[in-house]
Each structure stands twice: as structure tokens, then as C-alpha cells.
């Protein structure tokens, strides 16, 4: 069956970087176009990111010029390279590919 394990997320101090993965199986990963969630406490779940079969980029406007989506069919896995990282960038980051979801990784950005 179709699995996303994400990992990466943790604890970080405002302006610090992270790399969040998330690697699939079960399906033709090169042929999907997976994304990257986030859902705060007590907000919808949000775009972040996502990157076409082609590695064409979309990012929403609040992340943008500080996080990189990018992907490595090899290894069945789409990474977020998240820098400047601020207070309300916490939340619990999921991976989405072909409409299916991962367990999420909580990042918290706190001193």
C-alpha cells in the first residue's frame, strides 16, 4: 500500500534552517507531483510548497525566498529546506502525494 514517512521536524531557534523529508512507497514516485502541508494549532491545514513531475516549483507567499521544495526520484523522497524559520512557521509539516498523507513532522520555531 501507498506510505509517506516525513522526518526532520524539531525544535529551532528563530532565524535557523531545517530539512524536512518525506520519502514514498508503494507508488511510481517520478510520475507524482508531491507537496508539502502545514496546519498550526487551531488553523487549517495550508499549501507550503509543491513540485511538478518536471521539478517546476509553488510556493506560498509566506514562505517564499526562504524554503526550497526540491525532489530525489531515486530515492523516492521530496525534501523542504526551510530557512530564516520564524515564530509562525510552526506548525506540523505533512507530505501529500497522490492524495495521500503522511503522519507529519512537528517543527516549532521558539528561543
Known amino acids: 500500500q501507498v506510505q509517506l514517512v516525513e522526518s526532520g521536524g524539531c525544535l529551532v531557534q528563530p532565524g535557523g534552517s531545517l530539512r524536512l523529508s518525506c520519502t514514498a512507497s508503494g507508488i511510481i514516485f517520478s510520475i507524482t507531483a508531491p507537496g508539502w502541508y502545514r496546519q498550526a494549532p487551531g488553523k487549517e491545514r495550508e499549501l507550503v510548497a509543491t513540485i511538478s513531475i518536471w521539478g517546476n516549483t509553488n510556493y506560498a507567499d509566506s514562505v517564499k525566498g526562504r524554503f526550497t521544495i526540491s525532489r530525489d526520484n531515486a530515492k523516492n523522497t521530496v525534501y523542504l529546506q526551510m530557512n530564516s524559520l520564524k515564530p509562525e512557521d510552526t506548525a506540523v509539516y505533512y507530505c501529500?502525494?497522490?492524495?495521500?498523507w503522511g503522519q507529519g513532522t512537528p517543527v516549532t520555531v521558539s528561543s
Open positions: 501529500n502525494d497522490y492524495g495521500y
